[in-house]
C-alpha cells in the first residue's frame, strides 16, 4: 500500500470536497464548518449529491447517520440510495434534507428518563466538521443525536458545545492580549489506545471474556510482567500482521494512527495517533475500537478493550492528550524558550490548573465506569486522586511569580552518553510522570484517567468546560481592569496561590501522598462510580455545565442515571456469570478431580494395604473444603443479587453493588482461584492466564 496516495481515499474530506463542489458551495460549506453558520438547504443539496456520487463510485450502495449514543459505542441505520422510477427501475438519489436530519427509534437507547419507552421518535443531525467516510458499501456521515424535545441523547452534542463554550472564552483572552487575527480557537486530541490481544479460540472457552470482556476467575501464572520484557518487545509475527492491516484500514479512513508497540503487560499492545480536533479525534477513537475489534478476528484473535482484563497485570488506559490550537496554527499551551516572560502561555495554563483544582470531581466521574474503577491506582494507572504534574522548570517558574522573586533558567543541559560516536541532546525541561493524572508534557496536557474501553468524550467535554469556566472568570476581570499588565500580573500570580495544591510533582502510588492530599490539601478520593455520579449534580456542577450551555440541567439528571443503571447492569451480568461458570464447570471439574483422586488412593490401599497416603489424604481434604466454599460462596452471592433487586433507587442499588456484590465476587473467586492451582490440568475447565497471556505467538 502506497500510505500518501491511498490515506483517506475512503473519506469524503476537504480535498475531495474543493474538487467535487462548486466554489460557491464548497466556500459556503467552510463558513458552516469554521464560523458555525446555519447550512442553507440548497447547499446541502449539492453536498449530498455530489457526497452520494464519490460514495457509489466507490461501491456504496447505503449511507446511514453515525451517531454515538450513550451506550458508549457507535449506532447505524443503513438505507440505500435507491429510488424507483416510473418504469419500474431505480436511481440512486441522496438529497440534503437526508443528509442533515434523520430520523432514529430512540427508545430503545438510554435516555435516562427523558423520554419514555413508548416515545419513540428521536433525530439525527449532520456534524459537518467531521467528515463523512465509506465503512463496507455504506457512506457513514456523523451526527449528534437529540430527542423529540430536543435533549441531547448522545456525547458528541455536549462535546460540540463544550467545544463552543472554551471557543468563546478563549477568544475573549486573545483579544485582550492584542490578537485580532485569530478567528477561533479548537481543543485538539490524541488519544493512545491501549487494548490485549488473545488468541480466538481460548477467548471461546472463556464465559467470562464472551459476555463481560474480563476474566472473573483466574490464578496468578508462574510468570506474568515481573521481567518487564514485553514492553517495547520485539513485535511477534501474528500480532505484527494485525498491526500491519489495522493500519491500512485506519490510514484508509483518514485516521493518523503513528505508533505502534507492546506494552507492560503480556499480550498487551498500544496505538497511537497524531493530534486533531477533538470531535474527529472522538470519531477516530470510536473507528479505532471498532477496526481493532474487526481486524483482530481476521487473524484468529480477539481484541479485548476492558480496563481490567486481567488481575495481577497492568490494565488498559487511554491517555487523553489535550491542548489549545488557534485556526492560525499556534499551540496555546506551548511555553517558547522563556516561559517566563510568556504572559499569554501562562494565563492559559494556570487557567488550567485552576480547573482541574475546581473540578476535580467532574474530571474523574468523567471516566467512572465499573471497569475502570477496578483499573484505578493499580499496575501503572494513574490513582483516583487527581492533581496536576508540571515538572521541574515549570513549577519553579510559577514558584518565582507567587513570591515575586526572579526566575534563571539558565542553559540547558546536554545529555552526554559517554561514546563518541552517540549524539548529544539537550535535556527536556520536564521529566514524565507516569504516576500523574494529569501531566503536562511539554505542549499539552495528558490525562491518563480514561479508560480503554471509554468514549473520550465526556472526559474532553469536562475538560473544555471546566477550562472555559477559568478563562470566563479571567476574562470578566481583566475586560473590567483599568490597567491591563498589573491585573494580568495580579491575576497569575494570585491564581497560583489558590490553586497550587493542586500541583504535585512526585510518586503519586507513596501512601504519604495519598495522606497528604486528603488529610493536608483537601483533595478528593473518589474511589468507585458510586461515589463519583452525586458529584454530577451538586450545585456548582450543574451551574458550571447548565451557565455554558454544555448540558440542561434535565440532561445532566439523564446522565447520572444512565452512568449508575448501567454500572449495576456490569456487575449484575458479571455476577451471573460467574454463579453459572461456578456451577456448571469449576464445580464438576473440582468434584470430578477429587472423585478421581479418591478412587486412585483406594486402587492403591487395595494393591498396598499398609500404604500411607498422606499426600491423597491433604489433597482431598483441601479440595473438599474448597468444593463447600465455592458452593456456599456461590449461593451467598445469588442471594446477594436477589437482596439488592428489592432496592428501589438507583443510587441506592448501585452502592449495594458495590459494597455486597463485588465483595461477595471476590470471595467466590478466591475459594476458585486456589482450587484452579491444585487442580490437575486437564480437568479445570478454561485456558488458564498462563495460556490466555502468552498464547499468541
Known sequence: MKVPEHFGELVFDDTTMRSRLPRETYEALK?????????????????????????????????????????????????????????????????????????????????????????????????????????GRTLCIPTAFCSYGGHALDKKTPLLRSMEAINRQALRILRLFGNTNVSYVRTCVGAEQEYFLIDKAMFDKRPDLKFCGRTLFGAKPPKGQELEDHYYGPIKPRVAAFMEELNDELWKVGILAKTQHNEVAPSQHELAPIFTTTNIATDHNQLIMELMKQVASKHGMVCLLHEKPFAGVNGSGKHNNWSLATDTGINLLTPGDTPYENAQFLLFLVAVIQAVDDYQDLLRLSVATAGNDLRLGANEAPPNIISVFLGEELSAVLDAIEHNKPYNSGKKEVIKLGVHVLPKFPKDTTDRNRTSPFAFTGNKFEFRMVGASNSIACANIMINTAVAESLRQYADYLEAAPDFIPALQELIRSTIIKHKRIIFNGNNYDPAWQSEAVGVRGLLNLKTTPDCMPCLLSKKNVELLVSHRVYSEPELRSRCEIILENYCKVINIEALTMIEMARK?????????????????????????????????????????????????????????????????????????????????????????????????????????????????
Open 31 to 135: 463558513r458552516t464548518i469554521n464560523q458555525g453558520r446555519s447550512l442553507d438547504i440548497n447547499v446541502a443539496n449539492v453536498v449530498a449529491n455530489a457526497m452520494k456520487n464519490w460514495a457509489v463510485e466507490r461501491g456504496a450502495t447505503h449511507y446511514t447517520h453515525w451517531f454515538q449514543p450513550m451506550t458508549g459505542i457507535t449506532a447505524e441505520k443503513h438505507n440505500s440510495f435507491i429510488s424507483p422510477t416510473p418504469d419500474g427501475r431505480v436511481i440512486m438519489e441522496f438529497s440534503g434534507s437526508e443528509l442533515v436530519r434523520g430520523e432514529s427509534d430512540a427508545s430503545s437507547f438510554p435516555s435516562g428518563g427523558l423520554r419514555a419507552t413508548f416515545e419513540a421518535r428521536g433525530y439525527t443531525a449532520w456534524d459537518p466538521t467531521s467528515y463523512a467516510f465509506i465503512k
Open 585 to 697: 464447570q469449576i464445580l464438576p471439574a473440582v468434584e470430578g478431580y477429587c472423585a478421581d483422586l479418591a478412587n486412585a488412593a483406594a486402587l492403591k490401599r487395595a494393591i498396598v494395604p499398609d500404604i500411607e497416603l498422606s499426600y491423597e489424604k491433604g489433597l482431598i481434604q483441601r479440595l473438599t473444603r474448597l468444593i463447600n466454599e465455592i458452593s456456599e460462596r456461590t449461593d451467598a452471592l445469588e442471594a446477594a443479587l436477589c437482596e439488592i433487586r428489592k432496592i428501589e433507587t438507583v443510587e441506592k442499588q448501585s452502592c449495594a453493588c458495590r459494597d455486597l456484590i463485588l465483595t461477595k465476587m471476590n470471595e467466590l473467586r478466591a475459594a476458585a482461584d486456589e482450587a484452579e492451582t491444585i487442580v490437575a490440568g486437564g480437568y479445570w475447565p478454561y485456558p488458564t492466564y498462563g495460556e490466555l497471556l502468552f498464547g499468541v505467538r
